[in-house]
């Protein structure tokens, strides 16, 4: 049975484009309506019932949000779909919430769809996603907040919260103010990407560190970092001089 979809976006020739590629690309997928706002979407969703929405973050009249705050429970599955926006993609990552980058490319849609099929997440989980994602829209660097997805459970993170992140091969383990060490199954370069603009610094192939939690720097042949919570982290020789640098323009 193919999953029926609506698509939310103001700009008629985005609609059509996305709408084209779903056809070529996504056999499973249906697009059976396309809103170019809140209004219409909103009349859309309850005639056709969809489950999945693709939805345009910022539009003339109202964000996605918008749409989204009129239901207690949403009743379908949403893939965001953005221009780019530094911001707005910081954001969603941050939160873990899938999303399409345009100008759309076949490579992410299909691996979008693939990845709707296997998303069970339970409302409660999204909620909170949804709701880390409107405050990182508009919190500072560190308010912001981190979502941490692992095979059971779901974590909440202030960023200023996080200590440090280490490498566990292709997993990443973040160890947090209150001791906690949380399993993540992303690499540590996702995790360098998305919070070295909020305040971290890859300082060795294996740690990311929170600039925040810096106490001590002690010279080396790369040097040692001790950090608030006692830890002794090393600092590699060739990345000294980038985190003397990056530590300088932080503080």
């Not at 003339?60 to 926006?85: C, E, H, M, S, W």
């Not at 692992?150 to 947090?176: K, P, Q």
Request: some cysteine.
């Amino acid at each position: 049975m193919r999953t029926k979809a609506l698509i939310v976006d103001d700009e008629e020739s985005a609609r059509k484009a996305l709408s084209n590629m779903l056809e070529y690309y996504c056999k499973e997928v249906e697009v059976v309506g396309m809103a170019a706002n809140i209004t219409e979407a909103q009349s859309l969703i309850k005639e056709l019932e969809p489950g999945v929405v693709f939805l345009d973050i910022q539009m003339p009249g109202g964000n996605g949000f918008v749409l989204l705050k009129k239901y207690r429970q949403i009743p379908f599955k949403v893939i965001f779909v953005t221009a780019y926006d530094q911001f707005a993609l910081r954001a969603l990552k941050l939160s873990a919430i899938d999303y399409l980058l345009k100008p759309l490319s076949p490579r992410d849609l299909i691996k979008a769809i693939e990845k709707l099929g296997q998303r069970l997440e339970v409302e409660e989980r999204f909620d909170q996603q949804l709701s880390a994602m409107e405050d990182n829209m508009k919190a500072e660097r560190q308010q912001q907040k981190i979502i941490l997805n692992t095979s059971g459970s779901m974590y909440v993170l202030r960023v200023e919260d996080v200590i440090r992140c280490e490498a566990d091969e292709n997993y990443t383990r973040i160890l947090d103010l209150k001791g906690k060490a949380i399993l993540v199954a992303k690499t540590l370069k996702e995790f360098d990407e998305m919070l070295s603009p909020l305040g971290f610094c890859r300082i060795h192939q294996s740690h990311l560190i929170n600039l925040d939690h810096v106490i001590t720097y002690e010279k080396g042949a790369g040097g040692m970092v001790i950090l608030s919570n006692k830890e002794r982290i090393p600092v590699s020789g060739r990345r000294r001089e980038f985190f003397l640098n990056s530590l300088r323009k932080y503080l």
